[in-house]
């Protein structure tokens, strides 16, 4: 994960985009006149997944309009099939396009887009036998999180500057044990490469005010050891035990678990609060 913050932070100064974190091994192919593809989702592995990509076009602009075709094939393999793509507007200026794509078998991909004046813009992605965050409709391991009860102790297990010590005063363990369904944020919003970590924070502490009675909202930092640090000192931070533990690629990730302790949904990234309220919404009225 380290590799992949500091590959970002270049890319970032290079494209002025805050985009959500990608793997090191997802890159872009670059043809003459065409836009630059970038993939910024990770984990990506047999059945369902969310595929997230902006494109730049060649004067380092972003685009967000409709496109006209989009496909994505094994590379080993002549047929493509299209994809349906929508673009996710998340605050100003910033956004993803979304996928919603079944994958049926391991390997590399191509993903290719055409957009309404035929420009073009390609890259690859990986995908695993198994995904390396906890799969929706299982148990996930039992994470150990840190618990805090006025803002003294919030400040040593958290980088939100304006925490909501709602989110730290119970534990995984205790949440997934006390009959409610639960949402755990990971984010840093100190030390956030994406800088979305923030912004999406503040809408699960918006969120939780609503449903504070129905559902625990959980906040857990990325790093361990975060405090007094800066970006520059993303080598020779630890990741904290429960990111270790549930194989957490990039930041930030969200993760929505019912009230037996399943993962009903999981989230790569920022997406916009709208669409994380009607989770909340859909987890508390099924719980």
């Known amino acids: ?37 970038l993939i910024i989702s990770s984990d990506h592995s047999i059945g369902q997944n969310r595929l997230g990509f902006v494109i730049i076009d060649n ?29 996710e507007k998340w605050f100003t200026g910033r956004g993803v396009y979304r996928s919603n794509i079944e994958l049926s078998e391991p390997g590399g991909y191509e993903l290719k887009i055409t957009t309404e004046f035929d420009l073009t813009g390609t890259a690859l992605f990986e995908v695993k036998e198994n995904s ?20 003294e102790e919030v400040s040593q297990i958290s980088s939100d500057p304006n925490p909501d010590l709602s989110l730290y005063d ?21 030390l956030c490469v994406s800088g979305t970590c923030g912004p999406l924070l503040d809408y699960v502490k918006e969120i939780s005010e609503m449903y504070k009675q129905d559902c625990d909202f959980i906040h857990v930092e990325i790093f361990e050891d975060f405090f007094n640090k800066n970006l520059d000192d993303l080598e020779s931070l630890t990741l904290s ?47």
């Open 1 to 37: 994960m380290k590799c992949n913050l500091i590959y970002l932070i270049l890319l970032f100064s290079l494209s002025s985009l805050l985009i959500n974190c990608s793997n090191s091994s997802q890159n872009t192919i670059p043809t003459k006149d065409s836009l630059s593809v």
């Open 132 to 151: 390396s965050t906890p799969n929706i409709g299982t148990k996930p391991q039992i994470i150990k999180t840190k618990t805090a009860f006025n803002n």
């Open 241 to 287: 035990s429960p990111v270790e533990a549930w194989g957490l690629p990039t930041e930030p990730w969200i993760f929505l678990i019912d009230k037996n302790g399943f993962l009903m949904n999981k989230y790569e990234g920022f997406i916009p609060k709208d669409q994380l309220l009607n989770e909340v919404i859909f987890l508390v009225s099924n719980n």
């Open 59 to 87: 004067d380092g602009i972003s685009i967000n309009n409709n496109l006209k075709e989009v496909s994505i094939k094994n590379i080993n393999s002549e047929t493509k099939e299209l994809i349906n793509t929508k673009y």
């Open 170 to 190: 119970i534990s995984y363990e205790q949440s997934i044990n006390n009959g409610l369904p639960t949402v755990v944020i990971f984010s840093t919003p100190s």
